[in-house]
């Protein structure tokens, strides 16, 4: 494992690669779930180059999806979950309960919430995107501040 700290306009992020240099982790400075640096590995700021070339395309607004090979570490219910996510339109929202239906689940909108919780991409697997029953915007690992911030970039994006 290696990891890269980069600037951005939602804080410091933390990306993560493994051994083969496909992206497992990115994290907002001060999320939950922020694992201890045993787990990020070395420093190295050569790795990730795709993804932060990405990421900056994202926030200068000239990128809605990504295109990148992902390992996210999770258990089965989570990886599909997770994957579920990265169906949804940038600049939109789904409620939990739209997702667990959607992956053929009603009842696991809690379920589904805490696998979005433990999401290790965040941005480029929108959970962001995921919002409470009434339209209200819940639980983000990285802070509610912060995915109100990417849900008004996205939709600024979309208006142009």
């Known amino acids: 494992m290696k990891h890269r700290?980069?600037?951005s306009p939602v804080g410091p992020l933390t990306l993560v690669v493994d051994d083969t240099g496909t992206l497992c982790a990115l994290y907002t400075d001060g999320q939950k779930h922020f694992p201890g640096h045993e787990a990020l590995g070395d420093r190295d700021d050569t790795v990730a180059a795709d993804a932060v070339a990405q990421l900056g395309e994202y926030f200068a607004g000239g990128r809605e999806a990504f295109?990148?090979?992902?390992?996210?570490?999770?258990?089965?219910?989570?990886?599909?979950?997770?994957?579920?996510?990265?169906?949804?339109p940038v600049g939109?929202?789904?409620?939990?309960?739209?997702?667990a239906r959607e992956l053929g689940r009603t009842g696991a909108s809690r379920a589904v919430?805490?696998?979005t919780g433990r999401n290790p991409i965040s941005i480029i697997v929108p959970c962001h995107r995921l919002?409470?029953?009434?339209?209200?915007l819940t639980g983000y690992a990285g802070g509610i501040e912060r995915k109100q911030w990417?849900?008004?970039?996205e939709r600024a994006v979309r208006q142009v």
């Not at 295109?67 to 949804?88: H, K």
């Open 5 to 7: 700290v980069i600037d």
């Open 67 to 88: 295109d990148l090979e992902l390992a996210p570490r999770g258990t089965a219910f989570q990886q599909e979950v997770w994957a579920a996510l990265r169906g949804i």
């Open 92 to 99: 939109a929202t789904r409620t939990y309960g739209d997702l």
């Open 113 to 115: 919430g805490a696998a």
């Open 131 to 136: 919002v409470g029953a009434s339209g209200a």
């Open 150 to 153: 990417l849900l008004a970039h």
